[in-house]
């Protein structure tokens, strides 16, 4: 499997993340393709995607339901998706509303193999965690996401299964050499 680069340059400015323990799962069917939803969430006119998260894109990655995965903006800057975990997490939507429907299983497969390579890169025991599924991870207390008609429980097992013990030295230098996107410009 491979990451299909699409960060585009944006006029939104993200800080760089100085720890990365944490990847917080989402779900997102705002778009269909990784383009227009980098637009909906730069749209920020009020109730607009981006009216939330002004003006950025929340996610670092997102997975279509055809198994592609998509590099929304480099790894090394945070995203505004949910709230204290942006300073110290890699953050990953997939278009799925699996509050009513699971994952597909081609896309399931991409979730375990993007989480577990970026688990390889920053040592093994990053924390996989639903984006509301600990308290207060959103400023909305009735969001649900990603939802229960997939299992975390068995995502991360198989995650954790799936993560070679490789002893990566430089994380981003790594990933940058397996095609991840690293810093705009
Ligand atoms: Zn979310």
Redesign the pocket.
């Known amino acids: 499997m491979d990451v299909w680069n699409c960060c585009p340059l944006t006029k939104a400015t993200y800080k760089e993340r100085k720890l990365t323990n944490t990847i917080v799962l ?3 069917t705002v778009a269909k393709t990784p383009g227009d939803l980098v637009k909906a969430f730069a749209d920020t006119t009020k109730f607009a995607a981006g009216f939330y998260t002004g003006g950025k894109t929340p996610y670092h990655f997102w997975i279509q339901e055809n198994g592609q995965i998509g590099q929304l903006v480099p790894l090394a800057y945070n995203v505004p ?2 709230v204290q975990y942006n300073a110290r997490s890699i953050q990953i ?1 997939w278009e799925r509303d699996t509050r009513k429907v699971p994952l597909k299983a081609i896309q399931r497969d991409a979730v375990i193999w993007l989480c577990a390579t970026l688990n390889e890169a920053f040592g093994g025991n990053l924390k996989i965690v639903g ?2 599924e600990e308290a207060a991870a ?1 400023t909305d207390p009735n ?1 649900v ?2 939802g229960n008609k997939t299992s975390l429980t068995r995502l991360r097992q198989d995650i954790v299964a799936s993560t070679d013990d490789i002893h990566v030295l430089n994380p981003y230098t790594w990933l940058k050499n397996h095609g991840f996107e690293i810093k705009y410009g």
């Open positions: 989402h779900r997102c998706g949910a939507a984006h509301t959103s969001k996401c990603p």
